[in-house]
């Protein structure tokens, strides 16, 4: 059954190896479970229902995902988007975390449809490569300063608007040490090197008395709280236009760039450099983002940690299907997660950062008229503590740099239309 499901013998891969392949991946992506509760539950969404979402969302896309594509590549909510969703949409915009869901549900949606019909392919072509880089890094940059005030090391200044934080408390410190020991186990290619850093000060921390312990394993938290909770209707509003478009762009493009990063390192990738089946994918993408938002977490999208998994010997389906059995598994392990603290989970979001600003390295920063647009693009996010409004003023600055200059042959129609379009949203429906 399994081998006429994957095919595994055409993919020269067993039974055993894809089950390690999947055993890999989860505990390079289990972080999840722990930091998803903790960034949505700021929004006032029951910790335990996100816990038991955030499992059952990574569940259905994984195996959406291994069935319908055959690929070795998992999915869950997205680091990033659970970031825009919490402090953007909710803590920023002001609105409510159903109307946020609201909004999840009809990008995903849309993105369905961009599947489909392969829009897909135009509005990813439309956009420049520098741009989608800046958007990583911009990403990158705002998780870490919410990494680094959960643990405690940034604080708030009215003088400055931002300070250092009392270094001698136990958050910045353990926060700090965690970091360090993720970054030399990730160095020393130790798997499940985020996981293992996160327990690690969650354990220190409780053993000293900083945090209660509340259990290992019991039975799963009711999902009822955020069960069909989101608010459609709401999301609609003419001001969360701009909110849906940044939900859809940022999986978009992180999807896209991460199915083919994966299919690159597994060799799934086709001589003419096309990823075969890639609609099938996106499609799977869009699936599972769908029952996330049903079900009450973020965006979910594919993990690029399932490159871990590939480069265990991962190349069919079945990894996928093994990475959705764990986090069925790990839905017992709720107390476990409730006594993670927010600067245990900030050495993770630190770290993910890290992974997302690299691909500055990319940029020609020879050509003023690309590195300013980038700079502009990164800087904003976390200054404007808006991933949306990032994207905005990138696209904004990047065309008016281009046309000023000289170089509107540079630019494409899509392009422009993007930019006038943030142009309006910025000037008229910003409130």
């Not at 978009?252 to 690159?264: P, R, W």
């Amino acid at each position: 059954m399994l081998e006429r499901l994957f095919q595994l013998k055409a993919h020269n891969t067993n039974v055993r190896t894809e089950i390690l392949a999947g055993v890999t991946t989860f505990l390079a992506m289990a972080y999840i479970l722990f930091v998803n509760p903790s960034i949505l539950g700021e929004t006032g969404m029951d910790k335990g229902a996100v816990f038991v979402a955030t499992c059952l969302a990574a569940a259905i896309g994984s195996t959406v995902m291994g069935l319908i594509a055959n690929y070795p590549i998992a999915l869950a909510p997205g680091m990033g988007l659970n970031a825009f969703f919490t402090y953007t949409v909710v803590l920023h915009m002001g609105h409510t975390w159903q109307v946020a869901l609201g909004a999840v549900f009809i990008s995903a949606v849309l993105f369905f449809i961009l599947s489909i019909f392969r829009i897909r392919e135009w509005i990813i072509n439309s956009i420049p490569l520098p741009l989608r880089s800046a958007i990583a890094a911009g990403i990158g940059l705002f998780l870490a300063l919410i990494a680094l005030n959960n643990a405690g090391i940034v604080v708030k200044n009215p003088a400055t608007m931002v300070g250092l934080g009392d270094l001698k408390q136990p958050a910045p410190i353990l926060a700090t040490l965690g970091f360090i020991l993720i970054v030399a186990l990730e160095a020393l290619k130790v798997r499940g090197a985020v996981l293992i850093g996160i327990l690690a000060v969650t354990i220190v921390s409780i053993l000293m008395g900083f945090t209660p312990f509340g259990g290992i394993i019991s039975a799963p938290p009711s999902l009822a709280p955020t069960f069909l909770q989101l608010d459609i209707k709401g999301a609609l509003d003419i001001g969360l236009v701009s909110v849906i478009f940044a939900f859809l762009f940022v999986d978009l493009f992180d999807n896209s760039g991460t199915l083919i990063g994966v299919a690159k390192r597994a060799g799934l990738m086709g001589k003419d450099g096309h990823m075969p089946k890639m609609g099938r994918a996106l499609i799977a993408d869009s699936t599972a983002a769908m029952a996330g938002s049903l079900l009450g977490t973020s965006t979910t999208t594919s993990y690029i940690e399932s490159a871990a998994g590939v480069s265990a010997g991962g190349r069919t389906g079945l990894t996928a299907i093994v990475v959705a059995i764990l986090f069925l598994l790990a839905l017992f392990f709720s107390p476990l997660a409730a006594s993670v603290p927010p600067f245990a989970t900030a050495p993770a979001l630190l770290f993910v950062a890290v992974l997302m600003t690299s691909g500055l390295a990319e940029i020609d920063w020879d050509d003023i008229t690309v590195a300013a647009p980038v700079v502009v693009t990164a800087l904003a996010m976390p200054f404007t503590y808006s991933i949306a409004n990032g994207i905005a003023f990138g696209f904004i600055a990047w065309t008016a740099i281009k046309l000023v200059s000289g170089r509107g042959r540079e630019l494409n129609p899509a392009l422009v239309i993007l930019s006038i379009l943030f142009v309006i949203k910025l000037g008229w429906f910003n409130a």
